[in-house]
């Protein structure tokens, strides 16, 4: 019930989107001049930005591509996933994921998920996904933005790719500082045992793919990979709209 009243919600708020588009003239979430076209999310300046040829497969961790040796799995002894990304996180870039995630610009958030389908859809499909897990949030904590943008992201995703989206396999179960507002260790620090899987899956020798809005450090899709694989969950892929450097978004 919980489930459907928080999809309600999100469709709402989308519909509302779209009449504010036709009775007002909503400014770009990019730069903030108005719209020419209210229904489009972007001006025609900031969508030329978006130009980005995305990447991936490299590592989680570092970034480094698949193929080239780094030192991240040193110490660690789960597989460290192959990351797949669209967008650097360019002055622009920040301000969009702002908009989607912090003031709800749902409508802006499947924009950008599509836009990055576009560059990137074949190289994640290239592989076989039993199903796609959007990084929870706590439920107290969804309940006060009102929605996970990583949900979006992950519809989104289902309706291209047409995998399912499971949403109850992954929980998080401990309360986090903003990672934005920390330091590198700090991240690591805040996040470690943050997630949980639901007894009640079998998800022995199952592949998935993570869905997460931005990836800084690795240090949220790590440990949501670990709780994963401890679950049964023998393959992790990570998509994400954003990759930064840690001195990016600091």
């Not at 469709?11 to 020419?36: H, M, N, V």
């Not at 969508?47 to 980005?52: D, V």
């Not at 920390?182 to 998935?208: K, P, T, Y």
């Not at 990979?225 to 679950?231: E, R, V």
């Amino acid at each position: 019930m919980s489930k459907m009243l928080s999809n309600i919600t999100e469709k709402t708020r989308f519909l509302l989107d779209e009449l504010f588009a036709f009775i007002s003239t909503p400014r770009c979430p990019g730069c903030g001049i108005l719209l020419d076209n209210p229904r489009l999310p972007l001006c025609p300046a900031c969508e030329l930005k978006l130009s980005f040829a995305g990447d991936g497969p490299v590592c989680l961790i570092c970034r480094s591509p698949r193929g080239v040796s780094c030192n991240c799995q040193e110490n660690r002894i789960s597989v460290i996933p192959h990351l797949y990304y669209w967008a650097t996180y360019s002055p622009v870039m920040r301000e969009l994921i702002h908009q989607f995630k912090f003031e709800g610009q749902l409508k802006l958030g499947k924009y950008l998920t599509l836009a990055a389908l576009e560059i990137i859809a074949d190289r994640i499909a290239s592989q076989k996904y039993d199903f796609i897990i959007p990084v929870p949030m706590l439920k107290r904590d969804k309940r006060k933005r009102s929605f996970n943008q990583t949900e979006l992201i992950a519809d989104t995703i289902s309706e291209r790719l047409d995998i399912a989206v499971n949403y109850s396999i992954l929980k998080k179960v401990k309360k986090t500082r903003l990672q934005a507002n920390l330091g590198r260790e700090e991240r690591w620090d805040n996040i470690q045992n943050a997630f949980e899987v639901s007894a009640e899956f079998n998800l022995d020798g199952s592949s998935c793919l993570l869905a997460d809005d931005i990836v800084t450090t690795g240090a949220t899709c790590w440990e949501a990979t670990k709780a994963l694989y401890t679950g049964g969950v023998s393959k992790v892929t990570v998509f994400t709209l954003v990759s930064s450097h840690f001195d990016e978004a600091s």
